[in-house]
């Protein structure tokens, strides 16, 4: 069982930066492969970003490739979100998540994650 607690999110404006934060509780963390998801008002849940254990591969959603970076600490048992050049379309509530699969494999589909953080909300004003 793995319990996520995020840290970060704001309100800001267009071209600024933010940083999420997502401490990961319980054993294990390096054998998660992790994510990011986001949800705008009246929209699904969509895909952001999601790193491998050991953080050496990435992949992005093609709108915010570019702009936002995941990152991993697995000593500290957190993934990063480090997000620069916001725009308003970035304005959502950010979930962060984690697969508890046996592969390590990068998915952009909710289905593959098994547990959820909280959502924060961050607001990106033009």
């Known amino acids: 069982q793995v319990q996520l607690v995020k840290s970060g999110g704001g309100l800001v404006q267009a071209g600024a930066s933010l940083r999420l934060s997502c401490a990961a509780s319980?054993?294990?963390?390096?054998?998660?492969?992790m994510g990011w998801f986001r949800q705008a008002p009246g929209m699904e849940r969509e895909f952001v970003s999601t790193?491998?254990?050991?953080?050496?591969?990435?992949y992005y959603a093609d709108s915010v490739k570019g702009r936002f970076t995941i990152s991993r600490d697995n000593a500290k048992n957190t993934v990063y979100l480090q997000m620069n050049s916001l725009k308003p379309e970035d304005t959502a509530v950010y979930y962060c998540?984690?697969?508890?699969?046996?592969?390590?494999?990068?998915?952009?589909?909710?289905?593959?994650?098994?547990?959820w953080g909280q959502g924060t909300q961050v607001t990106v004003s033009s």
């Open positions: 998540a984690a697969s508890g699969s046996v592969r390590d494999v990068l998915s952009p589909a909710r289905r593959y994650y098994d547990y």
């Open positions: 319980g054993r294990s963390f390096s054998s998660y492969v």
């Open positions: 790193v491998s254990w050991s953080g050496g591969r990435t």
